[in-house]
């Protein structure tokens, strides 16, 4: 379910993931998962891993930005109000589809427009109408149900509404946060709940997210690392294909 013999790689993407969304605001869960795609781990239950570490990260990242950033809790109550509808549906497409083609077909869209996302960052030219965040948090929602990585559309829709990336970090983090614990309470009310091997794991790898997403922090104050981004969603973009491949064949 778990094959200990992958702790190893499965650290290095938590390495990897936590600083990418220390130094970005997002990536976490969607590179961890890329990576995990090569590996005969359950998805289900590496997907809630990263659930619980999703709690520390989201919540350090808060903590580190609260001086740059803050919180805009009018386009967080529209975000939630559709995540409480999308995180369910996504919980339930995993449980149901996990093991079949059609899920790898789906997530490999996912990280497809994860990886596009980022490569080619589409800029909003205009304030997107609050409406949108509540669509937002539907998709947002169902990709945070799914695979745990709610990234694009609410990034796209929190960064319409704010000329600075950098100050959306702690709403865009609050948003995440708020999509993790509904996915957790999913998971214990409705899943296959918490296990002792995945709280170990979980609970193994903290160190190295903790680690991992204050240097990706530090190191967004202090330099402009953009080929290490572009390396790191170019892998997404070809687990993304090669997940679409798979589900096709």
């Known amino acids: 379910m778990l094959d200990p013999q992958y702790l190893w790689l499965f650290g290095l993407l938590i390495g990897l993931g936590s600083f990418a969304q220390g130094f970005t605001g997002i990536g976490f869960g969607i590179i961890v998962l890329a990576g995990i795609a090569f590996t005969p781990w359950d998805f289900e239950r590496a997907t809630v891993v990263l659930n619980l570490l999703l709690l520390v990260l989201n919540s350090s990242i808060i903590f580190a930005s609260r001086k740059e950033s803050h919180i805009n809790w009018r386009l967080v109550s529209y975000i939630v109000a559709g ?52 669509l937002a948090g539907v998709l ?72 991992c997403t204050v240097l990706g922090h530090v190191a967004s104050r202090r330099v402009s690392n953009d080929m290490f981004l572009k390396i790191v969603f170019t892998f997404i973009l070809v687990a993304g294909i090669l997940n679409i491949w798979k589900g096709l064949g």
């Open 140 to 211: 947002g929602g169902f990709l945070s149900g799914a695979f745990t990585a709610a990234g694009p559309p609410l990034a796209l829709f929190v960064y319409s509404r704010q000329k600075d990336p950098r100050l959306a970090k702690g709403t865009l983090q609050a948003v995440f946060l708020s999509a993790t614990i509904w996915r957790l309470a999913n998971i214990v009310l409705f899943g296959k709940g918490l296990t002792m091997p995945v709280i170990k794991i979980a609970a193994a790898t903290l160190p190295i997210l903790i680690v």
């Open 83 to 134: 995540e409480i509808f999308g995180v369910p549906l996504g919980y339930w497409f995993i449980l149901a589809f996990g093991n079949q083609p059609l899920f790898k077909l789906v997530f490999g869209a996912a990280l497809a427009l994860f990886a596009a996302n980022e490569l080619f960052r589409p800029r909003i030219r205009r304030k997107l109408n609050m409406a949108f965040g509540v």
